[in-house]
């Protein structure tokens, strides 16, 4: 069974549309995070939710929207998409903040 | 601030060469430290972590320690293989609500 799943796996789409990436965890974790990965395969942190609660809003543009239906699911909506969205967005959970994080395979974004 | 730096890549050595990674952190008092891997196409996996100075951490042959004297965490492997290529992530958390911090991360390439 998939520990931390994310759909979809590839995203190609044009300037200005809205797209949603959804990330499911069945580790019974508390906490979820969104981290971004540029093309130098820079990481960092964009959100962390801990039992549905946002804890980390790292300045990323309020384009993006995170959503936390419940503590397994924390959802990605990106607004007007731009081409410096284009990138590869990874889901993560932990079972508290100080503890190893596990990672979803992540999705690709294309923005053209 | 908090923050992780790792040697330069890429790091190409022959199968059954030794490995060092070299990864030092800045951080008031006592982050946990990890290491992530990432094989091509895929999402990041945990390695190894440890979380208070002195502690090893191990797993495949992998191995870090922990210290708080050079504030370093590099990780070593006695004898490669070609399936360890892959780009090698040190990272930290220190009382941010979870936010792990990495380094740029350092690609290995293993030939036969």
């Known amino acids: 069974d998939t520990a931390v799943s994310q759909t979809p796996k590839y995203l190609v789409t044009q300037m200005g549309n809205d797209k949603s990436i959804k990330c499911e965890q069945n580790?019974?974790?508390?906490?979820m995070y969104w981290y971004k990965q540029d093309s130098k395969k820079f990481l960092k942190i964009m959100f962390s939710?801990?039992?549905?609660?946002?804890?980390i809003n790292e300045t990323v543009p309020n384009r993006f929207s995170p959503k936390s239906p419940d503590k397994a699911h924390l959802n990605l909506h990106i607004n007007s998409l731009e081409l410096g969205d284009s990138a590869v967005y990874f889901c993560?959970?932990?079972?508290?903040?100080?503890?190893?994080?596990?990672f979803g395979p992540g999705t690709r974004l294309l923005v053209l | 601030g908090n923050s992780v730096t790792q040697m330069e890549g890429p790091v190409t050595l022959s199968e059954e060469a030794f490995l060092t990674i070299n990864c030092t952190y800045t951080a008031t008092g006592y982050p946990s430290l990890f290491w992530y891997v990432q094989y091509p196409g895929e999402g990041l996996q945990l390695l190894l972590k440890?979380?208070?100075?002195?502690d090893k951490g191990s797993n495949k042959g992998f191995e870090a320690t922990y210290r708080k004297e050079t504030t370093s965490f590099h990780l070593e492997k006695g004898s490669v293989q070609v399936s360890d290529s892959a780009v090698y992530f040190c990272?930290?958390?220190?009382?941010?609500?979870?936010?792990?911090?990495f380094g740029q991360g350092t690609e290995l390439s293993v030939k036969p």
């Open positions: 990272a930290l958390i220190h009382n941010q609500g979870g936010k792990l911090i």
């Open positions: 440890a979380t208070k100075a002195d």
């Open positions: 993560a959970s932990s079972q508290d903040d100080r503890g190893a994080q596990y």
């Open positions: 580790l019974g974790h508390d906490t």
């Open positions: 939710y801990n039992n549905k609660e946002l804890i």
